[in-house]
């Protein structure tokens, strides 16, 4: 069933115990409407299973940051997309720019990842972006598209995959692109995608990378953003709801 827009997912990264996640999760499930939009959060691993059963039956996604390739096997440290949903998620986030950069994942790597996790029935949002090397380059486009060539699961439809383009060098800075940089990077794309997979102009395009309440509404009114995908400021249930808020149900 497609996604309704907006989208707007929370990435908590490497933050939250067990009780601050509780409140954060039931303050979250508290604003979240049955008719405007689709929320998510990824928490930590290991309050995961605590977060899904805050959040109980009311409509908030609830996902992984990451997995790996494998259903199970010798991979010290590592969580299985099974293993996801056998804690309660039904997404993850792949190829975060945090892991891609940080950790040195390809996008070989990446994409069997995206196809595990699809094959475990989990929403998929794999995430591409540049560094500020390559935007200052003028390599924007080239990066894309090499990420979307090694990194886009096979069988993706709109329904079980988003897009989240996060420039690198917008994650955590407080900068972010033009908003005419991010109409020309959606759309460029949206055609991008219609163009390497039969219904791919489906696929819901996120923006990430600094979206605050105060730009949110201006992000979000793109008219190829479906949605954003937050870090900082989706730890502040308050600012969280302001950006979610901020979105039109537009589509
Ligand atoms: C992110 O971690 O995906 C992100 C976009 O972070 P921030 O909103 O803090 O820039």
């Given at each position: 069933m497609p996604l309704a827009r907006p989208i707007?997912?929370?990435?908590?990264?490497?933050?939250?115990?067990?009780?601050?996640?509780?409140?954060?999760?039931?303050?979250?499930?508290?604003?979240?409407?049955?008719?405007?939009?689709?929320?998510?959060?990824?928490?930590?691993?290991?309050?995961?299973?605590?977060?899904?059963?805050?959040?109980?039956?009311?409509?908030?996604?609830?996902?992984?940051?990451?997995?790996?390739?494998?259903?199970?096997?010798?991979?010290?440290?590592?969580?299985?997309?099974?293993?996801?949903?056998?804690a309660g998620a039904t997404a993850v986030i792949v190829g975060h720019s945090e892991r891609r950069h940080g950790l040195g994942e390809d996008d070989a790597f990446i994409r069997r990842k995206a196809e595990a996790a699809l094959a475990a029935g989990l929403l998929v949002v794999l995430c591409i972006g540049e560094t500020e090397a390559e935007y200052l380059a003028g390599r924007r486009h080239e990066v894309l598209e090499r990420q979307l060539e090694g990194s886009l699961p096979t069988a993706a439809d709109g329904g079980r995959l988003v897009i989240a383009y996060e420039p690198v060098w917008a994650i955590g800075t407080g900068r972010t692109p033009t908003l005419e940089e991010i109409r020309?990077?959606?759309?460029?794309?949206?055609?991008?995608?219609?163009?390497?997979?039969?219904?791919?102009?489906?696929?819901p395009l996120l923006y990430g990378g600094?979206?605050?309440?105060?730009?949110?509404?201006?992000?979000?009114?793109?008219?190829?953003?479906?949605?954003?995908?937050?870090?900082?400021a989706s730890l502040d249930p308050e600012a969280f709801r302001a950006i979610y808020e901020a979105g039109d149900a537009r589509r």
């Amino acid at each position: 069933m497609p996604l309704a827009r907006p989208i707007v997912f929370g990435n908590w990264k490497m933050y939250g115990l067990r009780a601050d996640s509780r409140a954060r999760a039931e303050a979250v499930a508290g604003f979240v409407r049955a008719d405007h939009g689709t929320v998510g959060i990824f928490p930590p691993f290991t309050v995961l299973r605590e977060v899904v059963e805050v959040v109980g039956e009311r409509p908030v996604v609830v996902g992984g940051q990451d997995c790996h390739d494998r259903p199970e096997g010798a991979f010290t440290g590592s969580i299985s997309p099974v293993m996801l949903r056998d804690a309660g998620a039904t997404a993850v986030i792949v190829g975060h720019s945090e892991r891609r950069h940080g950790l040195g994942e390809d996008d070989a790597f990446i994409r069997r990842k995206a196809e595990a996790a699809l094959a475990a029935g989990l929403l998929v949002v794999l995430c591409i972006g540049e560094t500020e090397a390559e935007y200052l380059a003028g390599r924007r486009h080239e990066v894309l598209e090499r990420q979307l060539e090694g990194s886009l699961p096979t069988a993706a439809d709109g329904g079980r995959l988003v897009i989240a383009y996060e420039p690198v060098w917008a994650i955590g800075t407080g900068r972010t692109p033009t908003l005419e940089e991010i109409r020309e990077i959606h759309g460029w794309l949206r055609q991008e995608l219609a163009r390497r997979r039969p219904g791919g102009s489906d696929i819901p395009l996120l923006y990430g990378g600094s979206v605050k309440p105060a730009n949110a509404a201006g992000i979000l009114a793109q008219p190829d953003v479906d949605g954003v995908l937050v870090g900082g400021a989706s730890l502040d249930p308050e600012a969280f709801r302001a950006i979610y808020e901020a979105g039109d149900a537009r589509r």
